[in-house]
């Protein structure tokens, strides 16, 4: 499988191009989108907390799937070894699909390439696009773990390609 390329070929907010085919409509039309790999959107145990927290981005860039899945991991993790009770949930979904047009390397590569001839690309993964003050994520705790809470938002934070903060309610 082919390298995974780095946040920063996918963190800004462009209009994504969209072919628009008159005389073939369905060429118009990204098939075979890849599933997300975010594996739960809302996790432990719902109940009335006296605390929410929100992770808040402070600008508009594209979130990957991976990346929010890890950041998801990373807010459970420190919160399961530190409290019993919390309540997690991922505010948003990636509906933005990417495309990427692979362009093949090595002998013989020329005879069987096209190059940017009906280049609309091949969906590689999916994103979340955000606006400025967009929540991400949503933690639910007692007032006395609210600290724990806050590192667990503040370790998930660094894990995005947003500047983030927290946010009190």
């Known amino acids: 499988m082919a390298k995974l390329r780095p946040g920063r ?5 462009h209009r994504p191009y969209t072919r628009q085919s008159i005389h073939k409509p369905r ?3 990204i098939k075979g989108a890849p599933k997300p790999r975010i594996a739960q959107y809302e996790m432990g145990t719902k109940k009335n907390y006296s605390k929410k927290l929100f992770l808040v981005s402070e600008e508009a860039c594209q979130i990957r799937h991976n990346a929010l ?4 991991i990373s807010i459970v993790k420190h919160l399961e070894k530190q409290i019993k009770e919390f309540f997690v949930k ?3 979904y990636p ?3 990417f495309r990427e047009n692979p362009l093949a390397t090595g002998a013989g590569a020329d005879r069987f ?3 940017m001839r009906m280049s609309f690309g091949r969906p590689i993964g999916t994103a979340a696009r955000i606006r400025i003050g967009q929540r991400i994520f949503e933690v639910q705790v007692d007032d ?3 600290n724990v809470a806050k590192v667990a938002l503040k370790r998930a934070s660094h894990k995005l ?3 983030c903060k927290i946010l009190v309610e």
Do not use: D, F, M, T
């Open 144 to 146: 006395e773990n609210i």
């Open 9 to 13: 070929c996918y963190k800004k907010l």
């Open 161 to 163: 390609p947003a500047k």
């Open 90 to 92: 991922l505010r948003i």
């Open 95 to 97: 509906h933005h699909v």
């Open 27 to 29: 060429k118009s039309y």
């Open 69 to 72: 899945e890890s950041a998801r």
């Open 113 to 115: 390439q096209q190059g």
